[in-house]
């Protein structure tokens, strides 16, 4: 782990995205941070020592999704699959299909495999398979704030983890998609999924992947205006009179009331033409129970590590 100097930066962007603003100054206390993602390593190891089952190897109970038919409630997860031909950008389902037998040691369904993925972020985690991770190692998620903090890397205001230019001197200093998004990917980077956790140059604290490859889980609940004083908990009740409802719940599904969190850093899978997330500022919400082909996470201490 890495030790993090607390301070106040300015947080957000007014730049990009609405949920990103206001840009606001936000203090924090020191911490420890992993250096990278968590592996399929060290996620191995910790399912070996505790014998733990991922959301994605669970089969939906049916009283948490009203309405869906019995025969689409199965055990599996969201993977990426490139679409052969142009599509609408609006539209998330034409490349992402929920796999049966998806999971983190079968990332693209069961014909496939973490053989040779040994030191690329673990995926297909779920917001309680992070934080049953965390608790094993004794550690925790950090919060939205601590995340982007330690992103910056000590760069206040700037664009990336890095500075103000995407790629300087024509240098990928992270995994994100070149080409056009979803259908093509040059991968002028070196790689067109995850990427191992250090191969790319770190941040000015010693971090590695704080933008791009995977997204991380964070602690917050998400809400689309990007205060200081947002809501810490979940979740406010259904206002009777119709008005605002909190929105860490997905407004296009009223019936399935899937509280959601905020994700950081972007993945491989952001493109200038589509989701240009791959900046510290930037977020995401994401429901808990859901898991992906390009969701991961990594852990911080709030008190002096061991071992």
Known sequence: MVRISGGTFLMGSNRHYPEEAPAHRVSVSDFWIDATPVTNRQFKTFVKATGYVTTAEIAPDPKDYPGALP??????????????????????????????GADWRHPYGPGSNINVLDHHPVVHVSFADAMAYAAWAGKELPTEAEWEFAARGGLDDAEFAWGDEFTPAGQHLANTWQGEFPTQNRADDGYERTSPVKAFPPNGFGLHDMIGNVWEWTSDWYTPRHEADAPKTCCIPRNPRGGHEDASYDPHQPDIRIPRKVLKGGSHLCA??????????????????????????????????TG
């Open 71 to 100: 025969h689409m409630l199965y055990a599996g997860s969201l993977a990426f699959m490139p679409p052969r031909h142009a599509v609408d950008l609006s539209d998330w389902s034409q490349w992402w299909s929920f796999l049966k």
């Open 272 to 305: 200038p033409n589509y989701c240009r997330r791959y900046r510290p500022a930037a977020r995401h919400a994401e429901p808990i129970d859901t898991s992906t082909s390009h969701v991961g996470f990594r852990c911080i201490s709030r008190i002096v590590p």
